[in-house]
């Protein structure tokens, strides 16, 4: 983990925001970014934007690096002074920092997944072979693997907090898809009382999407302690929803998406056995 001294410290003025990539329910909006900064200022990143300093603090004190994770490379601790000039009508008022409010927002600055998130790949040929299922779902389940070994739980894991990647840069003609878990938000330590003894729900946006089904049915009582089973039932419940063709006719696999749906989280599996039965088939491709 890091308290954000490794994480660029920029500001507003060195940045040129692009389009509107994303709105949230914790967030002003998430928008391209070019950073005019040396060693940064070649390429797009994405800033999530804050109106209070607690959610940024919130996301930067669950950073890890890892395989199957995206996270932050930067903050942007100033106060906006950007302008109307950056202004986009139809987004103005998720966007209050960029049509000269000067309101101070913060920012979190991610490299950019321009592929989009898992939910928006779901239809897309590319992810339709059972080579690239079983690597996203690799990558998924290596990434929560990084962060219970911190002690941490992602607590929302759904299709719209997985971002794809293509380690080929892009080029359309060799793509290797690959995922990373994004967005921090609701993570908390193993064994913390869930909202401080308040029961827990899906965020706005995973309800819109869905997928109150990934939530587990502890994650609703009001004194349950935070496990890394929470994460496992989502998991699972991942596996089911969009990667129909992993492991269809294994045993094994079956065997662990079903045990993974059980109500006592004592009878989930663990990531070691997921990811020992991922290993199995994806040596077989």
């Known amino acids: 983990m890091t308290d954000g001294g490794d994480l660029w410290q920029l500001q507003w003025e060195n940045c040129v925001p692009g389009e509107v990539i994303g709105t949230g329910k914790d967030c002003a909006a998430v928008r391209k970014l070019r950073v005019n900064v040396p060693g940064m200022n070649d390429r797009w990143y994405a800033v999530k934007m804050f109106s209070k300093k607690h959610m940024l603090d919130k996301e930067v004190e669950w950073v890890v690096h890892g395989k199957g994770l995206l996270s932050p490379v930067g903050v942007i601790p100033s106060s906006c002074t950007c302008g109307a000039k950056h202004a986009h009508a139809k987004h103005a008022r998720a966007c209050v920092c960029m049509i000269g409010i000067h309101e101070q927002h913060f920012g979190l600055v ?28 690799s990558d998924i389940t290596d990434g929560l693997q990084t962060l219970h070994d911190f002690g941490i739980v992602h607590m929302d894991l759904h299709s719209g907090n997985i971002v794809m990647l293509d380690k080929n840069n892009q080029n359309e003609n060799n793509r290797e898809l690959h995922a990373g878990i994004v967005d921090m938000g609701q993570a908390q330590m193993t064994n913390t009382r869930t909202r401080n003894g308040r029961p827990m729900s899906p965020t706005r946006r995973g309800w819109r999407l869905n997928k109150y089904s990934q939530c587990p049915p502890e994650k609703y009582d009001a004194f349950t302690n935070v496990t890394s089973k929470m994460d496992i039932y989502a998991l699972g419940s991942l596996a089911q929803s969009y990667f129909p063709n992993v492991g269809k006719s294994d045993e094994s696999w079956q065997n662990l998406l079903v045990k993974a749906a059980s109500y006592d989280p004592s009878s989930r599996p663990s990531l070691k056995e997921f990811q020992v039965v991922l290993r199995k088939l994806r040596a077989k491709m």
């Open 110 to 137: 991610m490299p950019l997944a321009d592929m989009g998130t898992l939910h928006d790949n779901r239809h897309h040929e590319r992810f339709q072979t059972p080579k690239a299922q079983t690597t996203v779902i």
